[in-house]
């Protein structure tokens, strides 16, 4: 009996330990977390659900392969955030011409307004399929309620709702498992690629870069790490307060690190159960999201269809806010007005109103019968035309004494910022080739 009671005393601090361990890296986890969930948005489930339709497991290969890539710019971004205490744009304006800064944050909140329109029409179609009613309906309320939740919960409210949120993108990994998947061809299609040089596949490639490495994520990540330095008194820019960069940094790298591999994981999951039942059954032709819920039916059972299409809601609620939020600090940062979700509207009056106007014209594309799939494909093209430079200015950024100080980047961030810099570049110039194919 002693020794059991010795034995239980002496397995506590083992437990606790753990405990301690589990909560210190949850704590941990924050912009790069939403970041990362908010890319599998409903727009990004319409590109992933097509190419494991059209081409089957024969492009899994590229999640292992922009997982490196997104996620150094991923981590660059919050370092020019934490480092300097201003966002991309605030940044640019402060150290280069004006004229670049005003062309780049013009297309983003174009880009930006497409997006966020085609993933409101993309929830209201998702909604139609679980409820009654008309589909408008549904895109008013999702319109309505994301921008009601900006402007009147506080920021330190809000990054806590979107970081439960990001739970929604389970039912595409539980919607893989009802599939029953994966295969040893889905398995062998992941680790050893085949890729094709036809015009369709490289097309699919592009569209499959420009979803996962898109320039909204790396405004909104360098913002809500300002954010977080605005709102907490015990925070400075890592220029002002150098003694916390060790923490910060590690903060940062595990908190975009686990962040972009849980969003790449779950584009793999989408590409993997749309592979192995519509490409399967010879269903080849998804445009959208809630299409490819509903050819899921069918093939893979209610359930399965029930998570797709729940996860397409609840995408779009988490990254309906990134969008209109990363376009009103890229505007705001540019002119230099207020710019936090922290602050009551009255205090930020046009950083609130670009939020609005982006969500409100997003709106109304869905009324004047403007085609999703038109609206997806110029946000991609516009964003394919704004990553490179963009990419090219934050890696100058972080060369520059001026503004990030001593803190320079590691080896591995450069050689991977440059690398995702001339992936995009050549991604970008294979879609102008492709573009009136």
Do not use: C
């Not at 292992?64 to 934490?82: H, N």
């Not at 790449?264 to 998804?286: P, R």
């Amino acid at each position: 009996m002693t020794g059991s009671k010795a034995a239980a005393k002496a397995g506590r601090p083992k437990k606790t330990a753990e405990k301690f361990n589990v909560l210190e890296f949850l704590r941990k986890l924050g912009p790069g977390l939403i970041t990362g969930a908010s890319d599998d948005d409903p727009s990004g489930i319409a590109t992933y659900s097509q190419v494991g339709a059209q081409f089957g497991y024969g492009m899994l290969w590229t999640m292992l392969f922009s997982y490196p890539l997104m996620a150094a710019m991923q981590e660059i971004s919050a370092r020019i955030g934490r480092i300097t205490g201003a966002g991309i744009a605030g940044n640019i304006r402060k150290h280069y011409p004006k004229a670049a800064l005003y062309a780049v944050v013009s297309l983003l909140l174009i880009a930006n307004t497409f997006n966020l329109g085609a993933d409101v029409g993309a929830m209201g179609a998702a909604a139609k399929l679980l409820l009654p009613g008309p589909e408008w309906a549904y895109i008013l309320l999702f319109g309505i309620v994301s921008l009601g939740l900006q402007i009147m919960v506080p920021y330190t409210r809000y990054v806590k709702y979107l970081k439960w949120l990001t739970l929604v993108l389970f039912a595409y990994v539980a919607t893989a498992l009802v599939v029953g998947e994966p295969s040893r061809g889905a398995i062998r299609a992941t680790f050893l690629p085949s890729v094709t040089f036809e015009g369709a596949y490289l097309t699919a490639l592009i569209a499959v870069l420009g979803t996962t490495i898109s320039p909204y994520l790396f405004f909104w990540q360098a913002s809500q790490e300002v954010e977080d330095v605005t709102v907490s008194r015990a925070e400075k820019p890592l220029k002002k307060a150098p003694e916390q960069a060790p923490a910060q940094l590690d903060r940062i790298r595990v908190d975009t690190y686990f962040g972009m591999a849980f969003s790449n994981i779950v584009a793999f999951f989408i590409i993997l159960t749309t592979a192995a039942t519509l490409h399967a059954h010879g269903i080849s032709d998804i445009q959208t999201a809630d299409q490819a819920a509903r050819a899921l039916e069918p093939l893979a059972g209610r359930f399965a269809f029930l998570l797709f299409a729940l996860g397409i809601i609840g995408t779009g609620l988490l990254a309906v806010p990134v969008l209109a939020g990363s376009a009103a600090y890229g505007v705001s940062e540019a002119f230099h007005w207020r710019a936090s979700l922290q602050k009551k509207p009255g205090q930020a009056r046009k950083f609130y109103g670009i939020i609005g106007g982006a969500t409100v014209v997003g709106l109304v594309l869905n009324f004047v019968h403007l085609n999703p799939i038109k609206a997806l494909f110029w946000s991609a093209v516009i964003n394919g035309v704004v990553a490179v430079p963009l990419m090219a200015f934050m890696m100058i950024m972080t060369h520059n004494s001026e503004v990030m100080g001593k803190f320079t980047l590691p080896v591995y961030l450069r050689v991977g910022g440059w690398l995702a810099t001339g992936v995009m570049a050549l991604a970008a110039v294979g879609m102008m080739l492709t573009i009136n194919r």
